[in-house]
């Protein structure tokens, strides 16, 4: 079993950044970020493969950039221009090269004045 700690969120003022991480206890071939507002389904944010190709919502194009530290078994998503409707929980997954796939225990994210 894969062990994945998620850390970074927060609240934050509309307009402003955070940076989420979420490492893990064992080297990961593709790692992916969503999140799940109340009421509402767990949604792809971004994602990023092994040699580092990356994909995004459209939501979140230009705003928020997914990368990657094989050496760390870690993954970061940068948000920038933050707005009310990112206000999720946030959560990592993590595919190994055999296709298990694994949830991080998620990380609040609040946009708010």
């Known amino acids: 079993q894969v062990q994945l700690v998620e850390s970074g969120g927060g609240l934050v003022q509309p307009g402003g950044s955070l940076r989420l991480s979420c490492a893990a206890s064992e080297s990961i071939y593709a790692w992916g970020w969503y999140r799940q507002a109340p009421g509402n389904q767990r949604d792809l944010v971004a994602s990023?493969?092994?040699?580092?190709?990356?994909n995004y919502a459209d939501s979140v194009k230009g705003r928020f950039t997914i990368s990657r530290d094989n050496a760390k078994n870690t993954v970061y998503l940068q948000m920038n221009s933050l707005k009310p409707e990112d206000t999720a929980v946030y959560y990592c997954?993590?595919?190994?090269?055999?296709?298990?796939?694994?949830w991080g225990q998620g990380t609040q994210v609040t946009v708010s004045s």
């Open positions: 997954n993590a595919a190994r090269r055999s296709g298990s796939r694994h």
């Open positions: 990023i493969g092994y040699g580092g190709t990356t």
